[in-house]
Nanobody, 123 residues
Framework: QVQLVESGGGLVQAGGSLRLSCAASGRTFSTYAMGWFRQAPGKEREFVAV???????YYADSVKGRFTISRDNAKNTVYLQMNSLKPEDTAVHYCAASERLLRPRVPASYEYWGQGTQVTVSS
C-alpha cells in the first residue's frame, strides 16, 4: 500500500513558476514509476509526465520544455517543476504511482493516487 500526498499548488500569474511535491509512504518507493496527471473542470484527467524506476522521463506534448519531473528516492518524493505557466495549465494536479507501468499515459495504469493540489494560472 502506498499513500501519496501532494503539495505546492497555488495561484500564479502567466509566465510564472511552481514546484509541486508528492510525498509517498512506504519503503518501496524506488520500485514505483511515478506520474503526474491533471484534471480541469469538465475535462477528463490527462497525463502530464512520468518518471520510471530508472529515471527515464516522458512528457505530454503540451508541457514538454516547460515542466520537469524528478524524484528523490532517499526522501520518497517526486517533484514537478513547472515553468512558463499558462492559463491552460489551470487544473487539479494529481500524483500517481504505478508498479508495472504498462501504459504510462493512461490513468488506469496507476494503482495509487494522491488527493490532488490545485494549480491556478491567471492571465
Amino acid at each position: 500500500q502506498v499513500q501519496l500526498v501532494e503539495s505546492g499548488g497555488g495561484l500564479v500569474q502567466a509566465g510564472g513558476s511552481l514546484r509541486l511535491s508528492c510525498a509517498a509512504s512506504g519503503r518501496t518507493f524506488s520500485t514505483y514509476a511515478m506520474g503526474w496527471f491533471r484534471q480541469a473542470p469538465g475535462k477528463e484527467r490527462e497525463f502530464v509526465a512520468v518518471i520510471t524506476w530508472s529515471g527515464t522521463t516522458y512528457y505530454a506534448d503540451s508541457v514538454k520544455g516547460r515542466f520537469t519531473i524528478s524524484r528523490d528516492n532517499a526522501k520518497n518524493t517526486v517533484y514537478l517543476q513547472m515553468n512558463s505557466l499558462k492559463p491552460e495549465d489551470t487544473a487539479v494536479h494529481y500524483c500517481a504511482a504505478s508498479e508495472r507501468l504498462l501504459r504510462p499515459r493512461v490513468p488506469a495504469s496507476y494503482e495509487y493516487w494522491g488527493q490532488g493540489t490545485q494549480v491556478t494560472v491567471s492571465s
